[in-house]
């Protein structure tokens, strides 16, 4: 029997408990949605704040010289890299996750023109499916996607397959693949590996190198906590970056974008992956979001990660066991991810009941309640009030009062 004096407990002795203080989370707030939007960190709000003032204010256009706003992808890159086990100059941060795949998508099956299926998860996260639907009508017949269950998905690595594409966590139930044994297995089979790093990059320690990983991308504004549509990152292996080809030829990918020529000349290395101008507002407030991340060690965030989810699992078993709540992620500690889901008949009504209450999860249609878990600013105390103001709403019943509601366009 697990109580709340033990999560007390479990708080003093947690490395990681200062690091609450780097982040504005509003009074009373129980904030279970760092999977979907992270929290704020003051230095980011302050970085912003300079970069408008000082930076754009004083220094104007020169800015892109003097203030490193030109460079930003790449340092910002270098950055990231460190945290998802890759070079310095395998990685960097431009346009969203969607555009990114679209240009490793086409880059990585360029590399292998003989083979035209890529395989994917069919429960993927859906922009990363629509965007190779939208593949598939571009390139018609050099281009087939294959799109199983998940739990057929090593049976369908052949010498067909040019390209693999999974997301490292699953959105909706938080399990991880194991990157390492199928990286490995796709490169037994000749084909290439994308993996998407967007429910992992940030706590996980992840090798990218190491697994010998071909693409990668990412998005800035969830563990990564770069705010609001914060711009994605993408890694390309160095074997590959002389062999590539991405089709969003846009001159910050120029070789010489200050050249003005008249024809497209690709830039070398991880810089061929840029298309257009960096929003450098938006870069500013992810890097500062970096600064903080970067001096916290990984392995302890991961850990922390595990334990305040099992500790989530264990107490809604404990305290909320006969409310219909079916857990749909996993209960082994090296599969899941820093989210826990459930499947609920009243799903959307619940959750609306507990956001009213300040504890703040989402709704995936058509029944899932996802509590995301950012262990940089949750506490075990933390998940000790959440789990007992779900039982309050489960057991007084007050989520019927939000049965039938209008859907607001973002759940
Ligand atoms: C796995 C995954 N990929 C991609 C995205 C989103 O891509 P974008 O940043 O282009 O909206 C999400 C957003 O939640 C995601 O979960």
Not at 50 to 76: F, H, M, Q, T
Not at 157 to 169: E, N, Q, T
């Amino acid at each position: 029997m697990i109580t709340e004096i033990d999560c007390v407990a479990l708080d003093d002795q947690d490395p990681l408990a200062g690091e609450a203080a780097k982040y504005h989370l509003p009074e009373g707030v129980l904030y279970f949605a760092g999977n979907s939007l992270g929290a704020l960190p003051f230095a980011a709000q302050q970085r912003v704040a300079e970069i408008i003032r000082d930076e754009w204010g004083e220094k104007l256009v020169g800015g892109w010289n003097s203030a490193g706003w030109y460079s930003s992808p790449a340092r910002v890159g270098a950055k990231i890299a460190q945290l998802i086990g890759a070079n310095a100059d395998e990685v960097t941060v431009t346009d969203s996750t969607s555009v990114n795949l679209f240009k490793s998508i086409i880059a990585a099956m360029g590399l292998s023109t003989h083979r035209k299926v890529c395989l994917t998860d069919r429960e993927i996260f859906p922009t990363d499916l629509y965007i190779m639907q939208g593949i598939e009508k571009l390139l018609r017949d050099r281009f087939t996607l294959k799109a199983v269950r998940r739990n057929s998905i090593l049976d369908e690595i052949d010498d067909d397959m040019g390209l693999l594409v999974l997301s490292h966590v699953d959105y909706r139930s938080g399990d991880v693949f194991d990157m390492q044994s199928i990286t490995r297995r796709v490169h037994e089979a000749g084909g290439l590996v994308l993996w998407d790093l967007c429910h992992s990059a940030g706590i996980f320690d992840i090798r990218l190198n190491e697994v010998q990983a071909d693409f990668a991308v990412g998005c800035g504004y969830k563990f990564l906590n770069g705010g609001p549509g914060a711009p994605s990152f993408v890694y390309v292996a160095k074997r590959h970056h002389e062999n590539i080809t991405q089709p969003l030829t846009g001159w910050m990918g120029h070789a010489n974008p200050f050249e003005f020529d008249e024809s497209y000349q690709s830039a070398t290395g991880i810089r061929r992956m840029l298309c257009g101008t960096p929003s450098v507002v938006a870069m500013g407030c992810l890097e500062a979001a970096i600064d903080e991340l970067l001096p916290v060690s990984i392995q302890a965030i991961q850990e922390k990660s595990r334990k305040l989810t099992r500790l989530f699992i264990e107490l809604m078993k404990q305290r909320c066991g006969n409310f219909g709540f079916t857990l749909i992620s996993s209960e082994n500690d090296a599969i899941r991810g820093s989210q826990i889901s459930y499947t609920h008949e009243h799903g959307d009504a619940l959750m609306r009941a507990l956001i009213a209450r300040n504890v703040i999860g989402d709704f995936r249609a058509p029944d899932c309640v996802r509590f995301g878990v950012s262990p940089l600013y949750l506490s075990y105390t933390d998940i000790w009030q959440a789990v007992e103001v779900i039982k309050m709403v489960m057991e007084t019943e007050v989520w019927r009062d939000y049965l039938g509601l209008k859907k607001e366009p973002v759940t």
